[in-house]
């Protein structure tokens, strides 16, 4: 089974700050990797899949990468309602999420 | 609009059985595969379950592996998740969630709000 480990745990920013998750595989995912935002007693979002396609209606601060095993979500400029937990997932051979980061007010 | 409507939760003792169901609609509920993700209380994402289309396969992690099921009626647009011999670790809300696709591989695309799930006596 792949495992994915996101870094950091959490990550402390102000808004307006650029914002930069990571996601690591323990093998290669080719680019099934999707990346979702929760927030406190909501369900998951869909933000980003196929590593770098954004889903319909997300704003284009969000931006994924990667390749390989090593992938990156960036927040270009954080907004008050994108302080949340992101998790990121692979869903090729096997169906693993990360444990997510959460991001928070500094 | 894609709706996805999970029930059956509730309280249920250690070693018993609860059956959720998931209604959707606002799609063409047999053209897409379909899955379930838990999460527990304070913690990540869990991937559970999965099912193509048209049901003809299904897949489950290793830690419901022989314990639960997953089935949906496609005539009903309802997906299902049979689970027996419920532990405290099962403790969880469940989310029905919609694949981007009819079979693997595919990401989920559109989630339900959840359904608790506690096992305790």
């Known amino acids: 089974e792949i495992m994915l480990t996101q870094s950091p745990g959490t990550l402390s920013l102000s808004p307006g700050e650029r914002a930069t998750l990571s996601c690591r595989a323990s093998?290669?995912?080719?680019?099934?990797l999707a990346w979702y935002q929760q927030k406190p007693g909501q369900a998951p979002r869909l933000l980003i899949y196929?590593?770098?396609s954004r889903a319909t209606g997300i704003p284009d601060r969000f931006s994924g990468s990667g390749s390989g095993t090593d992938f990156t979500l960036t927040i270009s400029r954080l907004e008050p309602e994108d302080f949340a937990v992101y998790y990121c997932?692979?869903?090729?051979?096997?169906?693993?999420f990360g444990q997510g980061t959460k991001v928070e007010i500094k | 609009e894609v709706q996805l409507w999970e029930s059956g939760g509730g309280l249920v003792q250690p070693g018993g059985s609860l059956r959720l169901s998931c209604a959707a609609s606002?799609?063409?509920?047999?053209?897409?595969?379909m899955g379930w993700v838990r999460q527990a209380p304070g913690k990540g994402l869990e991937w559970v379950s999965a099912?193509?289309?048209?049901?003809?396969?299904?897949y489950h992690a290793d830690s419901v592996k022989g314990r639960f099921t997953t089935s949906r009626d496609n005539s009903r647009n309802t997906l299902y998740l049979q689970m027996s011999s419920l532990r405290a670790e099962d403790t969880a809300v469940y989310y029905c969630?919609?694949?981007?696709?009819?079979?693997?591989?595919?990401?989920?695309?559109?989630w339900g709000q959840g359904t608790l799930v506690t096992v305790s006596s």
């Open positions: 606002g799609f063409t509920f047999s053209s897409y595969a």
């Open positions: 196929d590593t770098s």
């Open positions: 969630a919609k694949g981007s696709t009819m079979s693997r591989p595919y990401y989920f695309d559109c």
């Open positions: 099912i193509t289309g048209s049901g003809g396969d299904t």
């Open positions: 997932q692979h869903y090729g051979s096997s169906r693993t």
């Open positions: 093998q290669s995912v080719s680019s099934y």
